[in-house]
């Protein structure tokens, strides 16, 4: 193994982007609480 015992404190951060494509039924169907049962609507 590395030791990291004197390596320098770094501020690290990241940013995620997604694109979540629905068909129109999927959408009308969640509006109208027509999904399958035990579903997360």
């Known amino acids: 193994m590395i030791n990291i015992t004197n390596k320098i404190k770094t501020h690290r951060s990241a940013i ?15 509006y109208n609480k027509k999904g399958p049962e035990g579903g997360c609507v």
């Open 16 to 30: 995620a982007q997604a694109i979540v494509k629905v068909k129109k039924e999927t959408i009308d169907a969640i």
